[in-house]
């Protein structure tokens, strides 16, 4: 059985609004990268049935390179 990951996306005006719903984990961290660049404030990534499967600080872990890949990117 598959997983359906739906993106919510909030302004800091506390607006939110489910942004999409995405197969794979990626392609839901994909559209919260662009949700996070076209001005919201918070994304969220919870399943279908509605359990949060990733907060909106990880959402941008996730999102943010790690130090390593920094440097090997400058190297």
């Avoid at 392609?27 to 996070?36: D, G, H, N, Q, V």
């Avoid at 509605?50 to 907060?55: F, Q």
């Avoid at 872990?61 to 390593?68: H, M, Q």
């Amino acid at each position: 059985m598959s997983t359906i990951y739906c993106v919510h996306a909030a302004t800091s005006a506390g607006v939110s609004a489910m942004k999409a719903s995405r197969a794979a984990i990626d392609e839901a961290l994909r559209e919260a990268a662009f949700a996070l660049s076209s001005g919201s404030a918070f994304v969220w990534i919870v399943d279908e049935e509605g359990n949060l499967i990733l907060p909106p600080d990880q959402v941008k872990v996730r999102l943010t390179p790690s130090a390593e890949a920094r440097r090997s990117i400058v190297r």
